[in-house]
């Protein structure tokens, strides 16, 4: 395979004539050339995987000051809402004092504003400078904020804790790439691919990997699994 002008990989001509000419005895070059180009980017996803795939350390490097950018954030969010329901902070704005007080004593009746999660504790909490409808907003936000930004940390922290103990070379369909050879040949040729040894799809699956130089040992067996995988896919 060779770069593509994206940076990814794609076949080259001798390649691509190799694989044409074990489809071309049953199937049409419109078709031919669908089937390629979406194996090419199942090759392209294998040569990836075996010379270009990040360490763990890689990917830990990355996330790290990610992770501790949100911690850090999260860290300032908790002590504002602790501040603001607590002590008040310097949110409250002087010439507020008194202009929406009312707005506050008419919730519930009518009044302008309409808190959906707001309780008397609440209210009580926030000093006589700080009874603002723009204050208690920062307040709701900053919790809905922080809440969010420690899901994300979970999120990361969790993909990140995959990559451990990765194996830097997985056996031959461990990543379902013979199952995705299997199920595109199906879309586009309309018909099932065979286990024959040195059949049309047993050809195409051994080229595929001697383009990106995989070990394929014992093919007849990938393919069995990955045909019946896809038999099984089809029926549901």
């Known amino acids: 395979m060779i770069k593509d002008p994206y940076g990814g990989w794609m076949f080259d001509l001798d390649e691509r004539e190799a694989l044409t000419d074990i489809l071309k005895a049953k199937f049409d070059s419109k078709q031919i050339d669908t089937f390629l180009e ?76 309409a808190w959906d999660h707001f309780v008397d504790s609440d209210f009580d909490s926030l000093d006589k ?21 420690e899901e994300l940390k979970s999120l990361i922290e969790r993909q990140l804790q995959a990559w451990i103990n990765l194996p830097t070379h997985p056996s031959a369909d461990s990543h379902s790439h013979v199952f995705d050879m299997a199920k595109r040949y199906f879309e586009i040729f309309h018909e099932m691919p065979t286990t024959t040894v040195e ?25 069995r699994q990955a045909i019946k995988k896809l038999k099984v896919t089809i029926a549901h």
């Open 38 to 113: 979406l194996l090419q980017f199942i090759c392209f996803q294998m040569k990836i995987w075996n010379e270009e795939l990040l360490s763990y350390q890689d990917v830990k490097g990355y996330a790290e000051p990610i992770l501790n950018s949100i911690k850090k954030t999260t860290d300032y969010l908790s002590l504002l809402e602790k501040e603001q329901l607590a002590k008040g902070v310097p949110f409250g704005f002087p010439h507020f004092v008194g202009s929406d007080f009312d707005s506050w004593d008419n919730l519930g009746q009518g009044g302008t504003v």
């Open 129 to 149: 400078r700080h009874k603002s409808r723009h204050v208690y907003s920062i307040i709701k936000n900053t919790e809905a904020s922080r809440i969010s930004l």
């Open 199 to 223: 059949g049309t799809f047993y050809n195409v699956v051994t080229t595929a990997y001697e383009t990106v130089k995989l070990p394929f040992d014992f093919p007849e067996r990938k393919i």
